[in-house]
């Protein structure tokens, strides 16, 4: 056991570094960048907690884990104890360890991190969660008793592996729907390797599988059953939806069906879950060697889509956002990495018009120099065109991460669900019943574009909340106003 | 390659049906035309206008004689069935667009046509029966790659505006269609393709058997 450190000893203790790859080799390859903490620093780094009386951290967290608890026994060098902790709140600590945006959430909220470093809260995540599932020794979470109620999760990304979870452990009979030929969702085809190793997530759906949840892949919820469909023809007893923000969205400028524009679902489609990479993939991508590639966007989506351009042998990887660089979405981690392997950032621009070939094949975007104005609804300073300011830079590839707007398609055979004006489905947030009785929704369906974590938050409130209606609960049509 | 599997092969992955159902109406006679490979895709709507009361004709053409494909199956459904080839080796010869624009001329009522074959082959049919004010409709072939939506690879250019040919289409008013949009960005990974047919004709050469 550790020896007891004073609360003043505990605050000089240095933050622990993530070990990386050498930032000039990694950028030649999809190996995961952070290497993950030893041991040794994991109880060093588990030592700098000041456990909080009155703990900000877990207010921070959006499925509010107790992070002192787990780390008290990190510093214990109790690992298998700590993980458990972990999962009473998150089933998925080795994903979310990798990207949640902490510097937000958790660490955010952190009171070290007023005068000093926040504890690294998701490196300990991620080391209990890798020790586990590195040394083998995972034992599936008692199932109770079969209550004979069958569930159907639409979607196999983070909001239904939550909710899956859940309601496996419940004693319910569960069966997730994915429209793609491999699970996972995001986590397989959006995060890159680099990132998130699919291995990983491939390792969580093994553990729910051996838990007793059922995986059908290749089954376009929408076109092969509808909603009533699950209810009527197959005799499920509840419905959740969790098939995420699909239809990418595009710049709406002239020129953006020219050949090298890309929306980042596709760039990251292509390498990500059809290994575009690889000798004789049978999905490929345009040839990035030596080409000039630009990705518009500030988020983690377009980090990861800079990034990948990079590995793919780009000449030039490039950032280009319309507000600065303080404004971006990526997570902090993501935008020094990016920076660490050349990647340039462009800020203050915004596309006028892609420029294209005779043959129709990309050859450059016109960009508008932006300045910062007042704040606009989202708190951020709005830009605003710099009258005059126009500028043409020559690119061959253009990949637009901009976001994404709810996939049609569950409400095209589900009429009777209520939608916002922007598409996303109406859904009671601490329950996600939907106004359709049975019916349940969560994560980016629900919320738009969102991260990982707060769709599995929303998967395991709405997996609660169905255990309750399958227990004789009434269904309260007010709950979805 | 589908059309190298055996009996008792098996194909990793299938999803559908995707996209949205065609428009099957009684729209009175109907023209089914179908290009090479695209006569299997029309059949099934052949099929279906019949079922629904409508007099249909088949256009089914090929570069020649052994490119024409479901002769029988199309005949045993519709009233009339045309078989055209390039080279004359076989029924009408010349294109589908020239079967059709005869029967235009011959002043046969026509209320609908369905195209199904190569870009510039059903470009050609819009440009038909554009004059005519007859309603056109063509199944467009972009290239796809989850067929849900997610991707947006498939957008097309239709009435001035961008559609996912997945699952918006992939039937689309051919007299709306960029058709010239479509075949440009059909050739994204032309370089590639070719590069995979020669290594692939050369496996086949290797193994001694036809490509085709």
Request: proline share 5%; net charge negative; hydrophobic share 40%.
């Amino acid at each position: 056991m550790a020896p007891e450190l004073t609360r003043r000893e505990r605050m000089k203790l240095p933050r622990q570094e993530m070990p990386e790859r050498d930032p000039a080799r990694r950028a030649t390859n999809f190996e995961e960048v952070n290497l993950g903490l030893s041991a040794e620093a994991a109880v060093a780094e588990a030592q700098r907690c000041l456990l909080c009386a009155r703990p900000t951290c877990i207010e921070g967290c959006p499925v509010s884990v107790d992070i002192p608890g787990f780390i008290q026994l990190v510093a214990e060098r109790r690992f298998d104890e700590a993980v458990g902790v972990i999962k009473r709140d998150n089933s998925l600590p080795a994903i979310c360890g990798r990207v949640c945006p902490q510097e937000d959430q958790c660490e955010g909220a952190c009171v070290l991190g007023r005068k000093h470093r926040p504890v690294a809260i998701g490196y300990l995540e991620r080391f209990v969660a890798d020790q586990e599932r590195i040394q083998g020794g995972r034992v599936a979470s008692p199932v109770k008793v079969n209550t004979g109620k069958r569930v159907a999760i639409v979607g196999s990304g983070p909001a239904g592996l939550a909710c899956a979870t859940d309601l496996i452990k419940a004693g319910h009979d569960v069966t997730v729907f994915e429209a793609l030929h491999e699970l996972g969702g995001v986590l397989v085809y959006g995060i890159p390797e680099f990132r998130l190793p699919k291995e990983i997530v491939r390792a969580e759906i093994d553990q729910l599988a051996a838990m007793g949840v059922r995986f059908e892949t290749n089954a376009v919820i929408g076109m092969i059953d509808t909603i009533d469909d699950l209810f009527e023809k197959e005799g499920y007893d509840a419905v959740f939806i969790g098939v995420g923000a699909g239809l990418p969205r595009f710049l709406d400028v002239p020129g953006e069906n020219l050949i090298g524009v890309y929306s980042a679902n596709e760039f990251l489609t292509r390498v990500n879950l059809m290994k575009a990479y690889a000798e004789g993939a049978e999905t490929p991508l345009l040839d990035l060697y030596q080409k000039n590639v630009a990705v518009f966007g500030g988020g983690n989506t377009a980090m990861d889509a800079v990034r990948t351009a990079r590995r793919l042998g780009a000449a030039r990887a490039m950032i280009l956002y319309r507000r600065s660089e303080e404004e971006m979405p990526a997570r902090a981690e993501e935008v020094e990495h990016a920076k660490a392997e050349s990647i340039e950032f462009m800020t203050l621009v915004a596309p006028l018009e892609l420029q294209g070939n005779d043959d129709g094949w990309l050859s450059g975007v016109r960009l508008q120099r932006m300045e910062l104005g007042e704040p606009d609804d989202s708190g951020r300073r709005r830009p605003e065109p710099i009258e005059g300011d126009v500028f043409d830079l020559p690119i061959d590839v253009a990949v637009v991460a901009i976001g994404n707007r709810p996939n049609p398609l569950i409400h095209k055979t589900a009429p009777d669900l209520e939608e916002t004006p922007w598409g996303t489905l109406v859904a009671d947030s601490e329950t996600g019943r939907t106004g359709k009785v049975g019916v349940f929704a969560g994560g980016d369906i629900v919320s738009g574009g969102a991260t990982v974590i707060l769709a599995m938050g929303a998967g395991r409130r709405a997996a609660a909340s169905i255990c309750e209606y399958l227990d004789g609960g009434v269904w309260e049509l007010s709950a979805a106003e | 390659m589908l059309n190298l599997l055996e009996a008792g092969d098996t194909v990793a992955d299938l999803a559908g049906p995707l996209g949205m159902p065609s428009e099957i109406e009684r729209f009175g006679t109907a023209v089914v035309i179908g290009g090479g490979v695209g006569t299997a895709i029309a059949y099934p709507t052949a099929v279906a206008l019949a079922e629904a009361g409508n007099e249909v004709i088949a256009i089914i053409g090929g570069r020649s004689r052994e490119y024409v494909i479901l002769e029988s199956e199309m005949a045993a459904v519709c009233a009339e069935v045309f078989p055209t080839t390039d080279d004359g080796s076989y029924g009408y010869h010349g294109f589908v667009t020239a079967k059709l624009a005869d029967l235009i001329a011959e002043g046969r009522q026509i209320d609908y046509v369905m195209a199904i074959g190569p870009v510039p082959m059903m470009q050609a049919v819009a440009e038909v029966t554009r004059p005519h004010g007859i309603k056109t409709v063509v199944s467009l072939n972009p290239i796809m790659v989850d067929g849900t939506g997610m991707c947006g690879g498939c957008r097309v250019h239709v009435g001035g505006e961008t559609k996912f040919a997945c699952v918006d289409g992939p039937e689309f008013d051919a007299h709306l269609v960029d058709f010239d949009l479509l075949q440009r960005r059909n050739t994204a990974y032309a370089a590639f393709e070719h590069f995979r047919r020669e290594g692939f004709a050369e496996k086949c050469r290797l193994a001694g058997t036809e490509t085709s």
